[in-house]
């Protein structure tokens, strides 16, 4: 008999603001922009995208747009979001 795989969704595990930010700091390490709106649309989906709207005041669609791998978030839109998901934007020095 052959084995049954179900699809696993991160954003079912990234319900704790500490969990969120560990998961962003992975992608931002990545340095793949592609890989770091599509780890931002996965914590955005965790907190539910519904809500993410009316807490910044941006659109469903353009959040989902902006947070897809083939997105390109403004500066603007990705700091809406952080504000909201609890998680600070910080830079250090190598």
Known sequence: MGKKFTTFDPAAHLTDPAAAAAFINDALASGDA???ARAM???ARARGMS???RET???REQLYRSFSEQGNPT???LLAVLRELGVEFVARRR
């Open 41 to 43: 649309g996965i914590v």
């Open 34 to 36: 592609g890989y770091i």
């Open 57 to 59: 005041g941006l659109s």
């Open 51 to 53: 809500r993410l709207s």
């Open 75 to 77: 500066l603007k839109t």
